[in-house]
């Protein structure tokens, strides 16, 4: 079944402790992103990947890292996190088909509480 | 820059009305797609449709239908004889490059008995 996954999919921290969000599909997919969804803000994108190494900003990257080391993977990293940072975070990938549309795939959802 | 606007932040109707969710948009692109998505309560994102800016055909699928009118930028969702299991947060995104979608700010509809 082609999907995306996260873990862990629950998560409460305390500030300043770091945390790693794991993201991985199956489909072989060349672009990953993570987005952070909060009330009456919708999705923001956080940071995107292209391909193996390549990655960048979107359009709130600040306390955020991430790696494409491999294909399938793109962890989503909070080196110190901040309360601000309690949000729900969602992966996704996507294809270009060979029409130019592509096709997005979300995760299921991380809900992440930092206190 | 991009920008999608969903005016409505929550609706409120009664089982079996029709209820209508409106999505404006901003770009600079002539080719970029237009989606609609559902999350429900239990929070995942559902994907609706996905239409492209050169096909402003109307869709129809069973209970839902969706009006794209490029001249006044909008990409608005109705949702006919709505039913309790319709409530749900949904999103309007738009995407002009393969790697970014940027969403509105969401619509919570509730549909009551």
């Known amino acids: 079944e082609a999907q995306v996954t996260q873990n862990p999919r629950y998560l409460i921290t305390v500030t300043g402790k770091k945390l790693t969000v794991t993201c991985s599909q199956n489909?072989?997919?060349?672009?990953m992103s993570w987005y952070r969804q909060d009330p009456g803000l919708g999705l923001r994108q956080i940071y995107y990947s292209m391909n193996v190494e390549v990655t960048d900003k979107g359009d709130v990257p600040e306390g955020y890292k991430v790696s494409r080391k491999e294909k399938r993977n793109f962890p989503l990293i909070l080196e110190s996190p901040s309360p601000n940072q309690t949000s729900l975070y969602f992966c996704a990938s996507s294809l270009l088909d060979s029409n130019g549309a592509y096709e997005q795939y979300f995760g299921p959802g991380t809900r992440l509480t930092v206190t | 820059a991009q920008k999608v606007t969903q005016a409505q932040t929550e609706i409120s109707v009664v089982e079996k009305e029709d209820v209508t969710l409106d999505c404006v948009y901003e770009t600079r692109d002539t080719t970029y797609y237009l989606f609609w998505y559902k999350q429900p309560p239990s929070g995942e994102l559902v994907f609706l449709i996905r239409r492209n800016s050169f096909d402003e055909q109307n869709e129809i699928s069973g209970r839902y239908s969706w009006n794209f009118q490029k001249s006044t930028s909008s990409f608005n969702f109705t949702i006919t004889a709505s039913q309790v299991v319709d409530s749900a947060v949904y999103f309007c995104a738009l995407s002009a490059s393969y790697y970014k979608l940027s969403f509105g700010a969401g619509t919570t509809v509730t549909v009551r008995a």
């Open positions: 489909m072989n997919h060349e672009y």
